[in-house]
Each structure stands twice: as C-alpha cells, then as structure tokens.
C-alpha cells in the first residue's frame, strides 16, 4: 500500500469552510436582532395606542403616545436610530355613546452596520400598528 500524500488538505479545508461558518452565524445574528427589535416595536406600538385610547383629549393622546412608544423601546434596549410615532386620533371626534378608536403606528429604524455581514443592509425599518378602543362613556374632546 502506498501512502498518497494530502499535505495541505486541511488548509484548503479552512480556507473554504471558515468564511462560510463566519457568513452563517453572522445571519443568524441578523435574524434574530431583526426578530427582536420587531417583537419590540410590536410591544411599544400597542403601549403608545393603549395610553393613547385613556387620554382625555386628542392632544395628549398624541403626546401619551409618543411617550409611551420611546419608552417602550428605552425599557427594551432597542437603539433606533430614527423612532417615528403615527397617531391617528380621528376617533375622539366621535360622540359620547358612540365606539371610537386611536390608531398608532410606531416606526423604527434598526442600525445594522455593526455586522459587517455581506448581503445584510446598513439598517433595517421595522414598523408595527396597533389600535385600542376609546371607552365609549368617557367625555372627549
């Protein structure tokens, strides 16, 4: 039996295989960052709308809401580098008696530089919406 050489085998092994690990954790970190700041705007959107619906006028309904929103997203540690916080606060012009309710839309965008990952963008916009009713028996204005 003659021994055949395989000096080098090993190293080309490395050379093809490690990028290819390195690629595929690098976005398994991108889907599960992603997974997380969504859940997290999920969370913030229905806060802002839930202290939205309890304001007792439109103004502080949309002052409560981007509050809670920002918040929301500080207690979670989600850095966004632009947060927006879109109130819809057509129902307090309903009447007293009558089902009314506040629509928020939370906007976030996630820095995703720091992965360096061929393929994955810079950032990504993770948006979510959310609606709470207005209790129908409380005064609006």
């Given at each position: 039996?003659?021994?055949?050489?395989?000096?080098?085998?090993?190293?080309?092994?490395?050379?093809?295989?490690?990028?290819?690990?390195?690629?595929?954790?690098?976005?398994?970190?991108?889907?599960?960052?992603?997974?997380?700041?969504?859940?997290?705007?999920?969370?913030?959107?229905?806060?802002?709308?839930?202290?939205?619906?309890?304001?007792?006028?439109?103004?502080?309904?949309?002052?409560?809401?981007?509050?809670?929103?920002?918040?929301?997203?500080?207690?979670?540690?989600?850095?966004?580098?632009?947060?927006?916080?879109?109130?819809?606060?057509?129902?307090?012009?309903?009447?007293?008696?009558?089902?009314?309710?506040?629509?928020?839309?939370?906007?976030?965008?996630?820095?995703?530089?720091d992965?360096?990952?061929?393929?994955?963008?810079?950032?990504?916009?993770?948006?979510?919406?959310?609606?709470?009713p207005?209790?129908?028996?409380?005064?609006?204005?």
């Amino acid at each position: 039996m003659t021994a055949r050489p395989e000096h080098g085998s090993a190293t080309i092994e490395a050379v093809i295989g490690l990028p290819a690990f390195i690629l595929f954790v690098g976005l398994i970190i991108f889907g599960g960052r992603t997974a997380i700041a969504h859940g997290a705007v999920e969370s913030a959107a229905a806060d802002a709308a839930r202290s939205a619906s309890i304001a007792r006028t439109s103004d502080h309904a949309r002052t409560d809401a981007n509050a809670a929103a920002r918040a929301s997203l500080a207690n979670q540690q989600i850095d966004c580098t632009r947060i927006t916080v879109e109130v819809d606060v057509s129902g307090f012009a309903t009447r007293v008696g009558e089902p009314g309710s506040v629509d928020v839309t939370v906007t976030c965008r996630v820095d995703l530089s720091d992965l360096a990952v061929p393929g994955v963008p810079g950032s990504r916009i993770i948006r979510a919406h959310t609606s709470s009713p207005i209790d129908t028996w409380t005064e609006r204005s």
